[in-house]
């Protein structure tokens, strides 16, 4: 604390030394639009100097510039950046913006406490607008980035409400360690966590009360999309050196939106909708009495005269009957900003509820954002950003199980169609009895969280005169959440008897803090030749999330207090973390502000690691050149380069050896793990270079970036194992290396733009190769996965991170047993499961008052094993009976008949909006102004070859590699809403 006081102290020192006395002569203005329109908030600064103003309301300014002639520049979001000049003995200058449709001036961060304008920017970075991501409505963020952002993958884990999605970017870049990038929202560290509700008590999936298969949601969905402003996404080390040893996955940098100075902005916007199953497996019907009782006997192997249900000649749509909304789903957003020269604010507040498409499932959020932003004096701004949310979720059953039997997909692939599920009668297909209507009605998993994020910024301007300016910005921020579940299936459920302790109840309470504090300075000098900005400063972080799991077994009806359980177990999990880091950063804008050179260190320590003391080193380089001698057409053309190194920290405890419960004579005494913590244990570390071309032609109307990267991570987190001698197994080591080389390319395009129609057109393509260049340990099958029968990821020098391995296993003969012999149980070959190349196309075309959106997301190749098809094919109750019969044949001989292509494309937006006449609006509501009505879709159809619900989920969704078992999942959904909104 020494250290920030004297810093502090230094910032005020500084701020009452003044400014140096400026000439005097004023220059009036006014900024406006090719159109005409004011345009507030935009800067004008004197070319050369740091003396600049912003405009107001009106678009005007009043500025003091030096004497003799001088050059305005003038930027604005959204518009390019213009230059006029001012005669020595002008006193006015008024300045024409055009539209930037290329984004040319949006700010791309740099720094803690540093940005450049995207024209100058060296690296490849993605700007998505508050527009770009709700165009659609999107139930949780990552869904408005997806098909948008070249480079990354990002998929839903499966149908289930209220997220539980995975960010990949560039390519898989750990084993073990953590697989999302960091999450960053006004300057605050938060957490992206998945945990599992218990869920596992009851489907029995793995071991425990609750495992990763719990299908759980990770809390980044707690973000509330619409009072997003921006986001920006760095995709590479390069460009997250300056986050250090959290970096090595990406960086999402969220603003939130904030005041302005304008008169006070009401926006209103109301959403009903409903969602539907995107896609359904094709049951099969049985005509006639004897169809069904060939089918028993051949299929079932029972005798035809004892079918546990006769045959009723019904064919019931299982999942038409099951997976279809309990009610429309609604949102309601209403927000206001505002301000003056000294004050900004803003206010939003969202609540909504999605009737999500499974019985009983939902998801809701009522959200409230409050931003303030006050200047105290010339020298002093404070900002303070809040965010309160509360999210209610009930995502019901779905995915793997075991004994009992409970997923309701596992339920119909063993029923078939003629017998009527929809009454909620026990099942007398299946031993457990387990009907997923009566399931539905009284098995209740509602996840209850409350989460505040919020920050305290005061941004000090020390010192400013006509070449230098100083200034200091401290933040203090925190990111708290309680998360609280309670499963409950009451002793009545039909399955609950099978272990003979009939009745369940978990409680699952957890509760998390993340903490940050960043001290930054930055020392700016300016002249006609180069402008140079040093940087400086540290970071405090501290993470802690404490979770304990109650589970309670037998209870008496009605009875749903743990206290009376006959069984009761309970787990704890506790991480506490700190970290530490201290930054400085040069940066060189030259040549007329077309040259960039910038370098950085970052120097960072972590209780993760284990030596906790030692600092590791993250530096970058990088430089961008904008070339003044262009080719025809083109209107800018810069090329640039970047090198950087970022890290992934060490999971929680591997540099420790737990100690375990066990029972000794009768009494409790503590067990060893058979892993040995290792106190050296350190970040892996990701290398990254990366180049590209930047284009801009025919007067804004195109732009193309090209950009090649190659990444190697070192010190890859492995598990070896270890002399039994030493009284342990297994052990975390650093012993391995990959690398991961790509292209990615981002097309913008208008094609049409005159008074009335305007079509802009966005295309993104990349592609990522991934390969393990070092291995200290032996070939392994890494994190959960079923069996290598079916197909399992595999890590082995020379191949891919995200292989898939399937081995034929002990043949199943179509005859009589022959053993297992060792020529039986032979590789039958190495796949891929990430896709060859991923595009997105997303198209905005306006005619006059209608407006069409739509995008498209497209991946081509890699596999998914599809499980789902293997609990229905032996049991002969998909339609296509010949299809399912030679896929079960195939297996049998050892095949991998269950590794399918998974590639797709998908409508994952399509939006039809019509702009009100402004006269019917003002005669109806009076001051209401841009009042639209829209009607929208989400994820409306894939086109695929793949034959179960969706080649996007995973049943081991939050790991880094072996994400493609699909096993009877939530399906997906579609989404249809219609919305109305206005602004006062």
């Not at 595009?839 to 190749?861: A, E, H, I, K, T």
């Not at 006269?919 to 409306?940: F, H, I, K, P």
């Amino acid at each position: 604390m020494k250290k920030y006081a004297a810093w502090l102290l230094a910032a005020l020192l500084l701020a009452v030394a003044g400014r140096e006395a400026q000439a005097q002569r004023r220059v009036t203005g006014r900024v406006i639009s090719a159109a005409g329109e004011p345009l507030s908030s935009a800067t004008v600064n004197v070319q050369g100097t740091s003396i600049g103003t912003y405009t107001a309301e009106d678009g005007r300014y009043t500025l003091t510039v030096p004497e003799g002639a001088q050059v305005l520049v003038v930027r604005r979001l959204g518009y390019k950046r213009a230059s006029a000049p001012v005669a020595a003995t002008a006193t006015t200058a008024d300045i024409r913006l055009e539209r930037d449709v290329l984004q040319l001036e949006r700010q791309v961060v740099t720094g803690t406490a540093t940005t450049v304008a995207a024209a100058n920017a060296a690296n490849a970075v993605t700007s998505i607008s508050a527009e770009e991501l709700t165009r659609a409505p999107v139930p949780v963020l990552e869904q408005g980035l997806q098909g948008k952002i070249p480079g990354a993958v990002i998929t839903q884990n499966s149908g289930a409400p209220g997220g539980g999605m995975q960010v990949q970017m560039r390519g898989a870049t750990s084993i073990y360690g953590s697989s999302s990038p960091l999450f960053v929202v006004d300057g605050v560290l938060v957490s992206n966590a998945s945990i599992g509700s218990g869920l596992n008590s009851v489907t029995n999936a793995g071991s425990g009360i609750s495992t990763n298969q719990d299908q759980p949601a990770n809390r980044i969905a707690d973000i509330n999309p619409n009072d997003i402003e921006s986001i920006e996404v760095l995709k590479g080390a390069s460009a997250g050196a300056i986050y250090g040893s959290k970096a090595s996955n990406g960086v999402i940098i969220i603003t939130t939106k904030r005041g302005a100075s304008l008169r006070p902005a009401v926006s209103l916007t109301q959403r009903v909708g409903t969602y539907q199953i995107g896609h359904k497996l094709d049951l099969r019907c049985f005509h006639s009495e004897l169809e069904a009782k060939s089918w028993y006997v051949d299929y079932i192997g029972g005798d035809s005269t004892a079918m546990p249900a006769a045959y009723t000649g019904q064919c019931n749509d299982f999942q038409e009957q099951f997976y279809k909304a309990d009610g429309p789903s609604y949102e309601t957003n209403a927000s206001v900003r505002g301000g003056n020269a000294g004050t900004s604010y803003y206010v939003g507040a969202t609540a909504k509820r999605d009737n999500a498409i499974q019985m009983g499932t939902y998801y809701q959020k009522q959200a409230l954002t409050g931003n303030v932003g006050q200047a105290i004096g010339s020298h002093l701004t404070l900002r303070a950003n809040n965010q309160f949310v509360h999210s209610l979720t009930d995502r019901g059953i779905s995915g793997n199980d075991n004994s009992p039997v409970v997923s309701p997909g596992d339920i119909f692939s063993y029923t078939p169609t003629f017998y009527n599920l929809q009454a909620g009668e026990p099942n007398p297909w299946i031993s457990e009895q387990t009907n997923p209507f009566q399931s539905a009605a009284l098995v209740k998993n509602p996840e209850d969280v409350y989460r505040y994020i919020g920050s305290v910024q005061g941004q000090i301007s020390a010192f400013a005169s006509q070449r230098q300016t100083l200034d200091f910005n401290i933040l203090g921020g925190v990111d708290a959440f309680s998360y609280n579940s309670r499963l409950y299936s009451p002793p009545e459920a039909y399955f609950e008897p099978v272990d003979n302790l009939p009745g369940t109840v978990v409680v699952n309470r957890q509760s998390s803090v993340q903490a940050n504090l960043n001290l930054a300075g930055a020392h700016k000098w300016i002249s006609p030749l180069f402008t140079a900005t040093t940087s400086f400063g540290t970071r405090r972080e501290y993470r802690d999330l404490d979770g304990i799991w109650n589970q309670g077994r037998k209870l008496a009806t009605g009875t749903t207090n743990i206290a009376n359980a006959a069984q009761q177990s309970l787990i704890q999990n506790r991480t506490r973390v700190r970290d530490a880091a201290y930054f400085v950063q040069e940066e060189l804008l030259t040549l007329n502000e077309r040259l960039l050179v910038s370098g950085a260190i970052n120097a960072e320590r972590s209780s993760a690691n284990g030596d906790q003391e030692k600092y590791y080193s993250y530096p970058k380089v990088n430089a961008s050149y904008r070339i003044p001698f262009l080719p025809p057409f083109t209107d800018e053309l810069k090329v640039r380069a970047a090198w950087g190194r970022a890290g992934n920290q060490p999971p929680y405890g591997y540099q420790f050896t737990a100690m375990l419960r066990g029972v000794y004579e009768g009494e409790l005494a503590p067990v060893l793990s058979s892993f040995i913590g290792n106190k050296d244990i350190r970040p892996e570390t990701s290398e990254e270079l990366e180049g590209g071309v930047d284009i801009a032609a025919f007067k804004g109307r195109a732009g193309l970036e090209f950009t090649v990267f190659r990444k190697r991570v070192t010190d890859l987190i492995l598990q070896a194992a270890i002399a039994p001698s030493t009284g342990y197994t297994n052990a975390y080591i650093n012993g391995g290396a990959l690398q991961n080389t790509g292209t990615e390319i981002g097309l913008t395009l208008v094609p049409i733009q005159t008074a009335n129609v305007t079509w802009n057109s966005r295309t993104t393509y990349a592609n990522v190769d991934s390969r393990i260049t070092q291995l200290d340990v032996p070939c392994f099958n890494p994190g959960n996965y079923f069996s290598t029968r079916y197909g399992a990821p595999w890590i082995c020098k020379g191949m891919s991170a995200t292989t898939v391995q399937v081995n034929n296993g002990c043949k199943i003969q179509l005859g009589p047993t022959q053993g297992c012999s060792a020529a039986n149980r032979t590789i039958f070959g190495y796949f891929e499961a990430s896709p060859d190349f991923t595009m997105g196309f997303s198209n905005d075309l306006n005619v006059g008052p209608l407006r069409l959106s739509s995008l498209f997301d497209w991946r081509y190749g890699g596999k998914v094993v599809n499980l789902t098809n293997l609990y229905f094919d032996p049991v002969g109750l998909l339609a296509d009976t010949v299809a399912s019969q030679q896929r079960f044949l195939d297996y049998r001989q050892g095949k991998p008949a269950y590794l399918e292509d998974a590639g797709f494309v998908k409508l994952r937006e399509l939006t039809l909006g019509y702009a009100v006449p402004a006269s019917l609006t003002q005669r109806v509501l009076g001051s209401a102004r841009d009042v639209r009505l829209e009607l929208s879709g989400r994820n409306l159809y894939t086109w695929t070859g793949y034959t179960g619900y969706d080649p996007e989920v995973s049943n081991f969704g939050n790991q880094n590699v072996g994400r493609f078992q699909d096993v009877t999942p939530y399906p997906p959904s579609r989404s249809f809403f219609v919305s109305l909104s206005a602004n006062f």
